[in-house]
């Protein structure tokens, strides 16, 4: 075996992405330091079937507290130090990837600062799985020779728009955007005004990967109505762009089964 071998190590804080939610798209070494860690923090987001066979007794939900908010970050990293101080092996698990989106950035430099030992296990980000498993690849030579990863879902303390849509319509690539179920009209009336083609495909991918995984399709200028008749909720990955136009050639022999209720179908 390459790599850390190793058992989870007592003290160590494991910075982990449990991909999008299909169990069996954890990595190797994810399962296993799940298996042998002495506690896993972790919120929702990677998923029913993945939390639901974590050990109850060996885990704690760190996504929301007692009245429903959300627990802040700063407690976060503080529980994180204070296990790793108490001698335990703990496993961090974040949908997806943990630094795609996953404060893990903000997590590692805490540790690093509090001179907790840590790892950062890798994992595959709903950003490009939600639409691969929808049939819809990122890139594609005839049609995408990019790809941008934006939120958006703007940090709100930020003073000015922290994306420049202007600047991703005119990369011509494909925009995959994460947490924009809710300003999904914002931002696609922003690309319109950048100049992007009102015919320009939309896909939603809603829980992808997870039981119910639904799709919406449609254009930028109709995906808000094809979002609001299929009542699509978060999690989901809006994916902007020619390639997301390429579903409709491979849907009928794509057989990643998931979502036994089919595409939402709006706007097909
Ligand atoms: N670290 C995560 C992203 C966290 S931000 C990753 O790499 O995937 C949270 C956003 O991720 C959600 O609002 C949604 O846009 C997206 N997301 C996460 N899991 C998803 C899934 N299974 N299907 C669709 N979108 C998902």
Same mark, same amino acid.
Do not use: Q
């Given at each position: 075996m390459s790599g850390n071998a190793i058992d989870a190590e007592p003290g160590t804080v494991y910075l982990v992405g449990s991909g999008p939610?299909?169990? $069996? !798209? !954890?990595t190797v070494k994810a399962k296993r330091l799940l298996e042998e860690c002495d506690v896993v923090l972790h919120d929702k987001l990677p998923g029913p079937e993945i939390i639901d066979r974590l050990p109850e007794d060996r =885990? *704690? $939900? &760190?996504?929301?507290r007692a009245g429903g908010e959300r627990t802040p970050q700063s407690e976060i990293n503080e529980r994180l130090v204070e296990l790793a101080r108490e001698g335990k092996s703990v496993v961090r698990l974040k949908g997806g990837d943990s630094f795609v989106f996953g404060r893990g950035g903000e997590e590692a430099e805490y540790l690093a600062a509090h001179e907790v030992p840590f790892e950062v296990v890798p994992a595959v980000t709903s950003a490009i799985a939600a639409p691969a498993v929808a049939?819809?690849? &990122?890139? @594609? =030579? $005839? @049609?995408?020779s990019s790809v941008s990863f934006v939120t958006g879902? *703007?940090?709100?303390?930020? +003073? *000015?728009?922290?994306?420049d849509w202007d600047a991703l319509a005119a990369t011509g690539g494909t925009i995959v955007v994460l947490m924009g179920v809710g300003r999904l009209p914002d931002y696609t009336t922003a690309l319109l005004e950048a100049?992007?083609?009102? *015919?320009t495909p939309v896909a939603l991918v809603e829980r992808?990967?997870?039981?119910?995984q639904r799709v919406a399709t449609g254009t930028l200028e109709t995906i808000v109505d094809a979002r609001d008749e299929a009542g699509i909720e978060p999690p989901a990955v809006t994916v902007i762009g020619? &390639? +997301?136009?390429? =579903?409709e050639s491979v849907v009928e022999f794509l057989q990643n089964d998931y979502g036994a209720a089919g595409d939402a179908g709006a706007g097909e």
């Open positions: 939610g299909d169990p $069996d !798209l !954890l =885990r *704690e $939900d &760190v996504g929301k049939g819809i690849p &990122v890139t @594609h =030579r $005839d @049609h995408a879902h *703007e940090d709100p303390t930020k +003073a *000015e728009s922290a994306v100049g992007m083609a009102p *015919e992808g990967t997870w039981p119910g020619d &390639v +997301a136009g390429t =579903r």
